[in-house]
């Protein structure tokens, strides 16, 4: 038989987690035709993988590209980490369904997906079909985001509690968008206007998801002070409902919250040993990212950002806002859990000379208070303002990371010009920290939680590992000399060791370099 392409004298790391073994890979088409353990006959492109490590291709379950894949389709960003399938939609953030132009929706995306015009589509098929039209280079799935339910749902502003009529809407919408493929339901409970959702909204949609058997993803309400209140609520609510949970990263922010990691760890161990599906995902950095406007106490986030930044010229709100951030009650002032030596600003378009600054160099630099530098910076901003934020120590970071119930995620975000580095290499940064440079777990237990492990919990049973007849998703790497470059300055750096990567059999990373193909599929529940 004549094969497209073959890959010689590899080591082959199948994605279930089994021990690797030598052996040769023939793709033909967008399938894997053939594995030979001795040798076969061979044909097409030959590929000589001695030394090489070739694996499924890597499962981002946490994702936010859905403005990103429509602006650069060939996803150079995730090929170029290894990463051939991807589920956006995550923490309650998303464009459908939508009002034509819908400026609040818009407002509540833009830090985190960046901009897309004309923006707004009314269903999760008429997003599919502007995605058709320009083609993806990795595989795309999604699940429906709560905030887009609450912005076409609700009358006026949405940060509010929602009455019986518009809760009813939001379910009809979300069993439309069930009805047309997506995987799931994600919220964002700290985030507006998913915060202001009452427990009977949430249960109401979940009960929605538990009747498809779909996957409710979620941002808990909190990740400091009250981590272990917000992980026991979104327990309850899954256990309540029945519905298969996956909490989305993990993590206790905060230097004196640390110590809350492993009380966290216990509650979801004994959630699944009760009966609940229940798993989470992380990505391998002890540092975030997300809006600078996150800063603000809840009841801020509620207002439209006009309104908020005329608000911001009053002293007397001001001092208001300052004694919130530094006593929360019932929320996470990342002020307060990280200090502003630890908040970098990655992008604020209307102040560019500040990006790659603390807020506390910020202060010194405009000579201000470092709680003035920050107001003023947000009744400035006329574009987007991404931060970063040092959350966890790196014990805890490990803890998370190695745990048996964590699946591989990025969290990549394109908000601003520049972005935290794991939106380019997430995936090559879990593999050189953990492997080549602590080798702290086994590498085909590595590859499988980014492989394999998704691949079942997402459904995808047709690709995550290589056997016969699959979908020929691969990557091949040196493990040897797998190397992230990147920094926070410096996100976009290209890594070591990455040799390949392709996609339903189509090479879309050839020698460290993206080809700029688009061989990614839509997938759909």
């Not at 088409?29 to 030394?51: H, L, M, Q, Y």
């Not at 058709?132 to 749902?153: E, I, P, V």
């Not at 202060?363 to 003035?372: I, K, L, N, V, Y």
């Not at 935290?420 to 593999?431: E, I, K, M, N």
Request: proline share 4%.
């Amino acid at each position: 038989m004549a094969f497209d392409v073959y890959f010689q004298n590899a080591t082959i790391i199948d994605g279930t987690g089994s021990e690797p073994y030598q052996g040769d890979v023939a793709v033909k088409n967008d399938k894997i035709e053939r594995i030979f353990n001795n040798g076969g006959e061979p044909s097409g492109k030959v590929i000589d993988a001695t030394g090489l490590v070739l694996c499924p291709g890597f499962i981002d379950i946490h994702a936010h590209s859905e403005l990103e894949v429509l602006r650069n389709p060939s996803m150079e960003a995730k090929i170029g980490q290894g990463i051939t399938t991807e589920v956006s939609g995550n923490c309650g953030i998303g464009v459908f369904p939508a009002k034509p132009n819908d400026e609040v929706l818009y407002a509540y995306t833009r830090d985190v997906l960046g901009h897309y015009a004309p923006f707004g589509w009314k269903d999760f098929d008429s997003y599919c079909a502007e995605l058709g039209k320009k083609g993806s280079g990795t595989n795309m799935a999604f699940l429906q985001s709560h905030s887009a339910l609450r912005c076409r749902s609700i009358e006026g502003n949405p940060n509010r509690s929602a009455n019986s009529v518009e809760v009813q809407t939001m379910c009809r919408l979300l069993e439309e968008s069930y009805e047309q493929g997506c995987l799931g339901f994600s919220s964002g409970l700290y985030y507006a206007p998913c915060l202001f959702a009452s427990r009977g909204e949430l249960l109401a949609l979940l009960e929605v998801t538990q009747k498809y058997d779909r996957l409710f993803a979620v941002h808990m309400r909190c990740e400091g002070d009250d981590v272990l209140s917000a992980l026991e609520e979104v327990i309850d609510l899954a256990k309540y409902t029945k519905v298969r949970l996956e909490v989305s990263h993990l993590k206790a922010i905060g230097r004196e919250n640390q110590h809350l990691v492993d009380q966290m760890l216990t509650l979801i161990e004994d959630a699944r040993l009760s009966g609940l599906d229940v798993l989470f995902d992380q990505y391998p950095y002890e540092y975030g990212s997300t809006s600078l406007f996150s800063l603000l106490p809840p009841q801020y986030l509620r207002l439209d950002r006009h309104d908020l930044q005329k608000l911001l010229d009053s002293p007397r709100e001001r001092e208001a806002i300052k004694a919130m951030m530094r006593d929360p009650v019932g929320w996470d002032s990342l002020y307060e859990l990280c200090g502003w030596d630890n908040i970098t600003a990655i992008t604020i378009d209307s102040n560019p000379q500040y990006e790659g600054m603390t807020l506390a160099d910020i202060a010194s630099e405009r000579q201000q208070g470092p709680f003035d530098a920050f107001f003023d910076l947000l009744k400035e901003e006329k574009g987007s303002a991404v931060m970063t934020d040092i959350t966890q120590s790196q014990e805890s970071l490990k803890r998370i990371m190695t745990h048996p119930l964590m699946c591989f995620g990025t969290d990549a975000l394109y908000g601003g010009t520049k972005c935290h580095p794991r939106s380019f290499q997430a995936a090559v940064h879990f593999l050189d920290r953990y492997w080549r440079q602590k080798h702290v777990m086994a590498l085909e237990q590595m590859i499988h939680k980014m492989t394999g492990e998704t691949a079942s919990r997402l459904g995808f049973y047709d690709r995550g590992r290589i056997a016969f007849g699959l979908k020929a998703d691969l990557v091949l790497f040196d493990p040897n000399t797998i190397r992230d470059n990147s920094t926070a300055t410096t996100p976009k750096a290209k890594p070591d060791g990455l040799h390949l990567v392709m996609v339903n059999g189509k090479i879309a990373l050839y020698e460290g370099n993206p080809t700029g193909i688009c061989a990614g599929s839509l997938l759909k529940a």
